[in-house]
């Protein structure tokens, strides 16, 4: 069976070769992995914050930016996993197929268990 990460990909078109400056890419790129260190930072300082003396009105206000900021980085994530597969980038980690890139190295906080792969 094929599936539709499996597919080769897409013939480039002259609006693909259509790139930006190398100086303003290079910016842009930078920007980019910096923020997703700020991410992980602010991630790792909430994670080692307390709710415990939260009001149950601020408690529930947390739950619910929580569940929006999820949503959005779910968004992201998304759009990063199609930059792997729109570039063949999957190839790089040595899977055979953006299906395999995608078991091994993005399972989420439970190692794929979820999905009844991965090691406990």
Not at 30 to 57: H, P
Not at 73 to 95: E, F, N, Y
Request: net charge negative; hydrophobic share 40%.
């Amino acid at each position: 069976m094929i599936m539709a990460f499996d597919k080769p990909p897409p013939t480039p078109s002259s609006s693909v070769l259509d790139v930006p400056p190398a100086a303003a890419h290079s910016d842009s790129v930078d920007e980019l992995v910096a923020a997703y260190g700020e991410l992980d930072a602010v991630l790792d300082r909430i994670a080692q914050l307390s709710a415990d003396r939260c009001t149950d009105v601020e408690v529930v206000a947390l739950a619910k930016a929580n569940e929006v900021a999820g949503r959005r980085i779910a968004l992201l994530g998304h759009r990063r996993l199609m930059d792997v597969s729109d570039r063949d980038a999957w190839r790089l980690t040595g899977a055979a197929t953006m299906r395999m890139f995608m078991a091994r190295s993005t399972t989420g906080p439970f190692g794929g268990r979820c999905r009844g792969g991965g090691s406990d």
